[in-house]
């Protein structure tokens, strides 16, 4: 039973974090490389996240593992959004396209970003 109560905590986050985000469950499947149906099932418990994915959600809602997980409190939205602690929600979104390119992939958009900057 205790099991239950620990995906439920997650999918009652991630549901809680999407909609303060004004997300569709399509939207955010989308911005985390998945499908809605998989999205549907953490926010309903019928599954949760693998522990290898917590840190990427949790990276996209700019919110440490421990708040995802239940572990800590969220932090509560202000106006109905999430607080973005990038610069602006430009910045936030290329970080989050960013964490899902693999190390080799990053490397080189760091090297472009660098010469654009310097040019």
Same mark, same amino acid.
Request: proline share 4%; glycine share 8%.
């Given at each position: 039973?205790?099991?239950?109560?620990?995906?439920?905590?997650?999918?009652?986050?991630?549901?809680?974090?999407?909609?303060?985000?004004?997300?569709?469950?399509?939207?955010?499947?989308?911005?985390?490389? $998945?499908?809605? +149906?998989?999205?549907?099932?953490?926010?309903?418990? *019928? &599954?949760?996240?693998?522990? =290898?994915?917590?840190?990427?959600?949790?990276?996209?809602?700019?919110?440490?593992?421990?708040?995802?997980?239940?572990?800590?409190?969220?932090?509560?939205? $202000?106006?109905? +959004?999430?607080?973005?602690?990038?610069?602006?929600? *430009? &910045?936030?979104?290329?970080? =989050?396209?960013?964490?899902?390119?693999?190390?080799?992939?990053?490397?080189?958009?760091?090297?472009?970003?660098?010469?654009?900057?310097?040019?």
């Amino acid at each position: 039973m205790h099991v239950m109560v620990y995906y439920m905590s997650i999918g009652e986050n991630i549901k809680k974090l999407r909609k303060s985000m004004g997300l569709t469950q399509v939207q955010l499947a989308d911005s985390l490389g $998945t499908t809605q +149906k998989v999205i549907t099932d953490y926010e309903t418990g *019928r &599954s949760k996240p693998p522990r =290898k994915r917590l840190p990427h959600i949790a990276r996209f809602f700019n919110i440490s593992v421990d708040e995802l997980i239940g572990d800590d409190d969220l932090p509560e939205p $202000t106006n109905g +959004k999430a607080t973005v602690h990038h610069g602006n929600s *430009r &910045s936030a979104h290329v970080l =989050k396209l960013f964490d899902r390119l693999g190390e080799e992939e990053q490397r080189v958009i760091l090297k472009q970003i660098k010469a654009l900057a310097e040019g």
